[in-house]
């Protein structure tokens, strides 16, 4: 027999409903607290830079950003490395450099280093300015003692401060230029030019002198 007009009916349904907000509510705040924590993670993406406690020399490192959220779950903040320019010979080593990570992130990761050091500056070559690193752009480069190029992501991490220290930024297309002239020498023929024309237009150097490689400006 239906018992809907005893209002036994109607309490089911309310408590139904009650049990479904709840469900949402629950899931609700475990999905804004895992997007928490995945943010808090992110900070630390990518290749760091640290300076070694035991050498006080610059190390490359990376975070293992899992282990971090995992901790996050139960209420510790704490970072674990998953790689380092030193490893596999001091593996075991106390990972005390991570508190330089917890103090800054931003400041260590290898890419906001990049980004700062080739903010404003131009082409040794071409003079132009080095346009914003971008991560889908090609990279710009580096102009090292014996007046090779490379680009910066290809020098290993951990040699990116002293590479920074007296290199010369480089754009990309000059970066070309110089690496085809310089392993296909016997395919190439360079012909300078100068903006010296008498409409101020750019007309080939002299063949026969010599381009002078850039100097460095202190």
């Known amino acids: 027999m239906p018992l809907c007009g005893t209002g036994m009916c109607g309490g089911k349904e309310d408590t ?8 949402i ?3 609700t705040i475990a999905i804004v607290y895992g997007a928490r924590l995945a943010w808090e993670a992110l900070k630390f993406r990518g290749k760091m830079l640290v300076t070694c406690p035991e050498t006080r020399e610059p190390a490359a490192v990376k975070v293992s950003l899992w282990r971090a959220a995992v901790k996050g779950l139960i209420g510790r903040k704490e970072l674990e490395l998953c790689d380092c320019s030193r490893w596999p010979e001091k593996r075991d080593c106390d990972q005390d450099c991570v508190e330089q990570l917890e103090r800054d992130p931003q400041t260590h990761r290898v890419w906001n280093v990049a980004t700062h050091w ?3 500056k131009q082409c040794v070559y071409c003079h132009k300015p080095i346009q914003r690193l971008h991560h889908l752009d090609r990279s710009p480069a580096l102009l090292d003692d014996e007046w090779k190029t490379a680009e910066w992501k290809h020098i290993p991490a951990q040699n990116l401060p002293s590479e920074f220290s007296r290199g010369l930024p480089v754009c990309w297309s000059c970066h070309m230029t110089e690496t085809f002239l310089r392993e296909h020498a016997d395919l190439a023929i360079s012909r300078p030019w100068e903006k010296c024309g008498p409409l101020g237009e750019y007309v080939p150097k002299n063949l026969d002198e010599k381009l ?3 100097s460095k400006v202190a």
Not at 16 to 23: L, Q, R
Request: charged share 25%; glycine share 6%.
């Open 16 to 23: 139904m409903a009650t049990e479904v907000y709840i469900f």
């Open 118 to 120: 080739y903010e404003g």
């Open 25 to 27: 509510a629950l899931v």
């Open 212 to 214: 002078d490689k850039p």
